[in-house]
């Protein structure tokens, strides 16, 4: 079976400085991964996903996350935090059987 | 592309009544997910279809809930009776084929048990 555990559940930055959230993972089988935003009252949009080619990997809006085997992690990072990033983020691992298995979340606060 | 379409948006209903919810994935995905999310915790899966066959619902209380997936395409999940505890979203989610696709979700229904 496989999980994910993020390591933080809440994230504060300040407006342009760099945003780190952290995600670990557990897997018998090559794992897909994703992130997917949620803001409020609103639905889930995917962010990135890894798919066993590049390790590092474009999101939309400015967003990366670097694919660590030997780390079983797979953090998402965004250079400059904007106003419009305060959310909820989602890292998500699905296998064989296309189970999506979810995080608990960080929630992103950006402070002016 | 039409998105993942659910309704209703929002539910409220007394504890013991019963509620149904619907979604029409998009055109042509093979899975379905149905996920419950309370209130500041992740998504948790109900109910994974494939076509029309049920793929997972382990976690499903099967003695309330049910769901079904006519012809493979449209769902729906049906609470009876409900409990206050079932206060929660429920997402729907499709995607098509393949282990390296994403899900695409929808705006989800927002259910209040009073």
């Known amino acids: 079976a496989q999980s994910v555990t993020q390591l933080d559940s809440h994230v504060s930055v300040s407006e342009g400085t760099p945003v780190l959230l952290r995600c670990n993972y557990s897997?018998?089988?090559?794992?897909?991964l994703f992130w997917y935003v949620q803001h409020p009252n609103k639905g889930l949009q995917l962010l990135l996903k890894y798919t066993s080619a590049a390790t590092l990997v474009k999101g939309i809006n400015g967003f990366e996350a670097e694919f660590k085997k030997s780390e079983t992690s797979f953090h998402l990072t965004k250079p400059s935090a904007h106003m419009s990033d305060a959310a909820e983020y989602f890292c998500v691992v699905s296998v064989w059987d296309y189970k999506l298995s979810f995080g608990a979340g960080t929630t992103v606060t950006v402070r002016a | 592309e039409a998105g993942v379409a659910q309704s209703p948006r929002y539910k409220i209903i007394e504890k013991r009544q019963s509620v149904a919810f619907w979604c029409n994935p998009i055109?042509?995905?093979?899975?379905l997910y149905w996920y419950q999310q309370i209130l500041g915790q992740g998504p948790k899966l109900l109910i994974q279809f494939q076509n029309n066959g049920v793929v997972d619902d382990s976690q499903l209380p099967k003695d309330r809930f049910s769901a079904e997936r006519l012809k493979g395409v449209d769902s729906t999940l049906k609470i009876q009776p409900a409990k206050l505890e079932d206060s929660a979203v429920y997402l729907c989610?499709?995607?098509?084929?393949?282990?390296?696709?994403?899900?695409?979700f929808g705006q989800g229904t927002r259910l209040t048990v009073v």
């Open positions: 897997s018998s089988y090559s794992p897909s």
């Open positions: 989610a499709s995607s098509s084929s393949g282990q390296n696709t994403e899900a695409f």
């Open positions: 055109s042509g995905h093979a899975t």
